[in-house]
């Protein structure tokens, strides 16, 4: 479960980002990218408790385009006005804590990552490459890096989930971000920091290549140089793949924050709420047969899944 940290959408491409040393990181830098994750948390956490599966308001009637009559769930800010009233304003920023330094740990080691790259690629000399073999090896460079930055901040993120997983059950028991590091070393011990971990790596590499491969693709041989809009065509190219490769990933996403909450102690985790998933395997076949592996990839317009739609009468 796009967050901004759980999403694959928002995992740069390759190229795309100024390489960064750890000198450029100032506070100025990191304060920045404290209050993007803060006015963006509303969203993660509303996505979260979709993806777990907390459905609190009832479906409403809605028409498709050609007339016919399906059941809609709450969109996001039917969704945050529950939580509004529930928890008041402040609710919804339920869980901001390990984001915010997962945010400024995930900056500090990309940028060390990238000078250690930048040092050694200083150091070879290469032969000339093709277009498509100098794509490859940024990609391979930055996938290298974006998994080490995922093993970096999983532990907060794992954290962050389970604090905004208790808004199902009511639950206190990740109230801050000691509490939950005492929790989970004191009843899972230090794998537990890293529950959901592969599918969550699997996604963004996955959303990597993809994302790359194709904007490299539609820019080599979609985009004629004759067109006149061709320099701008292919400088949104990467952004909208990214769009669409994003929903390609979703379950993985949907996926690793599941496992996050399995069997932690929440009810959002356990029987009747959730089933207890063996791995992440077995949770990726549930979610499937159930016909909800793509839970939480939108906001608006979410159809009540097919297996448990009631028949609407006229």
């Given at each position: 479960?796009?967050?901004?940290?759980?999403?694959?959408?928002?995992?740069?491409?390759?190229?795309?980002?100024?390489?960064?040393?750890?000198?450029?990181?100032?506070?100025?830098?990191?304060?920045?990218?404290?209050?993007?994750?803060?006015?963006?948390?509303?969203?993660?956490?509303?996505?979260?408790?979709?993806?777990?599966?907390?459905?609190?308001?009832?479906?409403?009637?809605?028409?498709?385009?050609?007339?016919?009559?399906?059941?809609?769930?709450?969109?996001?800010?039917?969704?945050?006005?529950?939580?509004?009233k529930v928890d008041g304003k402040m609710g919804l920023f339920r869980g901001l804590s390990p984001r915010i330094v997962s945010s400024a740990v995930s900056t500090v080691v990309?940028?060390?990552?990238?000078?250690v790259a930048l040092l050694t690629n200083v150091e070879k000399i290469e032969a000339p490459q093709s277009s498509l073999g100098k794509v490859v090896k940024e990609t391979t460079?930055?996938?290298?890096?974006?998994?080490?930055?995922?093993?970096?901040?999983?532990?907060?993120?794992?954290?962050?989930?389970?604090?905004?997983?208790?808004?199902?059950?009511?639950?206190?028991?990740?109230?801050?971000?000691?509490?939950?590091?005492?929790?989970?070393?004191?009843?899972?011990?230090?794998?537990?920091?890293?529950?959901?971990?592969?599918?969550?790596?699997?996604?963004?590499?996955?959303?990597?290549?993809?994302?790359?491969?194709?904007?490299?693709?539609?820019?080599?041989?979609?985009?004629?140089?004759?067109?006149?809009?061709?320099?701008?065509?292919?400088?949104?190219?990467?952004?909208?793949?990214?769009?669409?490769?994003?929903?390609?990933?979703?379950?993985?996403?949907?996926?690793?924050?599941?496992?996050?909450?399995?069997?932690?102690?929440?009810?959002?985790?356990?029987?009747?709420?959730?089933?207890?998933?063996?791995?992440?395997?077995?949770?990726?076949?549930?979610?499937?047969?159930?016909?909800?592996?793509?839970?939480?990839?939108?906001?608006?317009?979410?159809?009540?899944?097919?297996?448990?739609?009631?028949?609407?009468?006229?």
């Amino acid at each position: 479960m796009m967050e901004a940290e759980n999403s694959p959408g928002l995992v740069v491409a390759a190229g795309q980002e100024a390489t960064a040393t750890p000198e450029d990181v100032e506070p100025p830098v990191l304060l920045l990218g404290a209050a993007v994750t803060a006015a963006l948390h509303p969203l993660i956490y509303v996505k979260l408790l979709i993806q777990v599966g907390h459905e609190p308001l009832p479906p409403i009637v809605g028409t498709t385009m050609f007339g016919r009559k399906v059941l809609y769930l709450p969109g996001f800010f039917s969704y945050a006005q529950y939580i509004i009233k529930v928890d008041g304003k402040m609710g919804l920023f339920r869980g901001l804590s390990p984001r915010i330094v997962s945010s400024a740990v995930s900056t500090v080691v990309r940028s060390k990552a990238k000078k250690v790259a930048l040092l050694t690629n200083v150091e070879k000399i290469e032969a000339p490459q093709s277009s498509l073999g100098k794509v490859v090896k940024e990609t391979t460079h930055e996938m290298i890096i974006q998994c080490v930055t995922r093993v970096a901040i999983h532990p907060f993120h794992v954290m962050s989930v389970r604090c905004m997983a208790q808004f199902v059950g009511r639950e206190v028991k990740y109230s801050g971000l000691f509490t939950c590091i005492r929790s989970i070393l004191k009843e899972e011990g230090f794998t537990g920091f890293f529950t959901g971990l592969i599918p969550h790596v699997l996604g963004e590499v996955l959303f990597l290549w993809c994302c790359n491969l194709l904007s490299h693709f539609i820019n080599t041989y979609a985009v004629d140089d004759s067109f006149s809009q061709a320099p701008a065509v292919r400088s949104y190219s990467k952004f909208v793949m990214g769009i669409a490769v994003t929903v390609l990933t979703s379950p993985f996403m949907l996926v690793a924050d599941v496992m996050a909450v399995n069997n932690c102690g929440l009810a959002a985790g356990l029987p009747p709420h959730s089933p207890i998933f063996k791995s992440w395997m077995h949770c990726w076949n549930h979610l499937r047969h159930k016909g909800q592996i793509f839970r939480g990839s939108s906001f608006f317009f979410r159809r009540v899944p097919v297996t448990s739609m009631p028949i609407i009468k006229d």
